[in-house]
């Protein structure tokens, strides 16, 4: 039992990472900053670096539901105060703040999950970290193959993997947005979502990465002679 017990930890666990590996790069402005300066996303469009920003954060609580909508967003654009985002923007936004809300309701499940079998374990009386550092380590390490295929895929054609992204997750055709006359595809364009899944990458490999080493140092230490095991 501790074993199954210790296995939903650890996949509960993945599934804190992978939602918070797409959730951190998201939400983190200074990411924002940082493209939009290579990009010259600014001087594209025709705003302000101020009133860039501000658009952009408007838009982050939005899909974070700290706002209702994006309707009411405004900006001084090439000279002129105009609605920022247009019909087909707002359609697609609401789509991609439902995605996002399901996002955040399984990443806090996973939590809550997690720390009730964990306290179930510490009930039990079993030797907690010993069984989390088997299980995790198992888990992660399989995550990890397969997130490598995966990258691997992507890498070879993103354009395509970006396409059938959206035609998985989108039961429409919202997403297909025209840079002559949508702001937003200009703001995050091709360019924005091949950074920031490497943002996303990155995290969902070093994190395990730095579980799967602590688990390993912690288990070869339980194995020398004079420490206990189950």
């Known amino acids: 039992m501790r074993w199954v017990m210790g296995y939903v930890v650890a996949i509960c666990l993945l599934v804190l990472i992978a939602s918070q590996s797409v959730i951190v790069p998201t939400f983190f402005t200074p990411f924002f900053r940082w493209q939009y300066a290579r990009n010259e996303v600014a001087h594209t469009i025709q705003v302000s670096d101020d009133e860039l920003m501000r658009v952009t954060t408007e838009l982050l609580d939005y899909m974070r539901g700290r706002r209702d909508s994006i309707e009411d967003v405004y900006a001084v654009v090439a000279g002129q105060e105009r609605r920022f985002f247009s019909d087909i923007e707002i359609r697609h936004m609401i789509d991609v703040r439902v995605l996002y809300d399901r996002l955040f309701v399984v990443r806090n499940i ?28 198992n888990v992660l390490l399989t995550f990890l193959l397969l997130a490598a295929v995966t990258v691997g895929v992507i890498a070879i054609d993103f354009d395509r993997a970006f396409y059938i992204f959206h035609v998985l997750f989108f039961d429409n055709d919202y997403w297909i947005l025209d840079p002559r006359v949508d702001l937003l595809i200009n703001m995050v364009p091709l360019e924005f979502f091949i950074h920031i899944s490497i943002f996303i990458a990155l995290i969902l490999v ?23 095991q189950l």
């Open 110 to 137: 996973a939590f809550f999950a997690m720390i009730a079998v964990v306290l179930a374990m510490m009930l039990f009386k079993y030797k907690v970290l010993y069984v989390l550092a088997h299980c995790s380590r």
């Open 206 to 228: 070093l994190l395990p990465l730095a579980i799967i080493l602590a688990a390993t140092v912690y288990l070869k230490k339980m194995h020398k002679p004079g420490f206990g």
